[in-house]
T-cell receptor, first 110, second 113 residues
C-alpha cells in the first residue's frame, strides 16, 4: 500500500530562520512527487514536481529535493507570507491518482 | 483566467438529502478529479476522469456518483447524504497522462446534519 508521511505536523519559525520539512514515502514505482501549498480556506496550490532521486527544484525561498525514500522542502530565510500548510503527494505507476500526506502546518512569526 | 471553479462554496444538508457539487475548468485539461479533505486524513481521491467519457473509482467512492458532462465539467453527486460525508470537497484538473500536476479549485465546504 502506498504511504506518505510528513513531518513535523506543525513548525513555528521566526522570520529569517531557515528549516526543512520532510516527506517520507513508500510507493511501488514512483512516477512523480508533488509539493503543494495550501492557505486556509483555499485549495492546494502546485509548487513542484520531482521525478527521480537526486533531482532538485527551486522557487524563490523554497527548494525541493528528492531521494529514493524521502523528499525535503527547504525554506531559506522565510517570511510571514510563507505561512501555510505544505502538502506532499506521490503518484505511483501510470495512473494519475495521487496519494497525499497530511501536511506540515508552517507558521513564520515576524 | 479562473482555473478550476467549484459551486457552491458552502452548503448545509440534512441527512438523506441529495446534492450535486459542480466543477468546471477553463484550462483545456483532459483529466479531472474529486477529493475530500478531512482533519487527520489528508486529501483522499473519490473519483476521477482521465478523459472525457471515462470515470474511475478512487480511494473512497462509496456514497458518491460522478458525471463527466463534457471536457470542462465534472460533477459529484451525493444521493442520500450522511453525516460521515461532512467534509471539504475539492475538484482538480490536469493535462492527461502521468507526472502531470493537478490544479485545484477552492473547495466546497459541506455539512450534513
Amino acid at each position: 500500500e502506498d504511504q506518505v508521511t510528513q513531518s513535523p505536523e506543525a513548525l513555528r519559525l521566526q522570520e529569517g530562520e531557515s528549516s526543512s520539512l520532510n516527506c517520507s514515502y513508500t510507493v511501488s514505482g514512483l512516477r512523480g512527487l508533488f509539493w503543494y501549498r495550501q492557505d486556509p480556506g483555499k485549495g492546494p496550490e502546485f509548487l513542484f514536481t520531482l521525478y527521480s532521486a537526486g533531482e532538485e527544484k527551486e522557487k524563490e525561498r523554497l527548494k525541493a529535493t528528492l531521494t529514493k525514500k524521502e523528499s525535503f522542502l527547504h525554506i531559506t530565510a522565510p517570511k510571514p507570507e510563507d505561512s501555510a500548510t505544505y502538502l506532499c503527494a506521490v503518484q505511483p505507476g501510470p495512473s494519475p491518482r495521487l496519494t497525499f500526506g497530511e501536511g506540515t502546518q508552517l507558521t513564520v512569526n515576524p | 483566467n479562473a482555473g478550476v471553479t467549484q459551486t457552491p462554496k458552502f452548503q448545509v444538508l440534512k441527512t438523506g438529502q441529495s446534492m450535486t457539487l459542480q466543477c468546471a475548468q477553463d484550462m483545456n485539461h483532459n483529466s479531472m478529479y474529486w477529493y475530500r479533505q478531512d482533519p487527520g486524513m489528508g486529501l483522499r481521491l473519490i473519483y476521477y476522469s482521465a478523459s472525457e467519457g471515462t470515470t474511475d473509482k478512487g480511494e473512497v467512492p462509496n456514497g458518491y456518483n460522478v458525471s463527466r458532462l463534457n471536457k470542462r465539467e465534472f460533477s459529484l453527486r451525493l444521493e442520500s447524504a450522511a453525516p460521515s460525508q461532512t467534509s471539504v470537497y475539492f475538484c482538480a484538473s490536469s493535462i492527461q497522462g502521468s507526472n502531470q500536476p493537478q490544479h485545484f479549485g477552492d473547495g466546497t465546504r459541506l455539512s450534513i446534519l
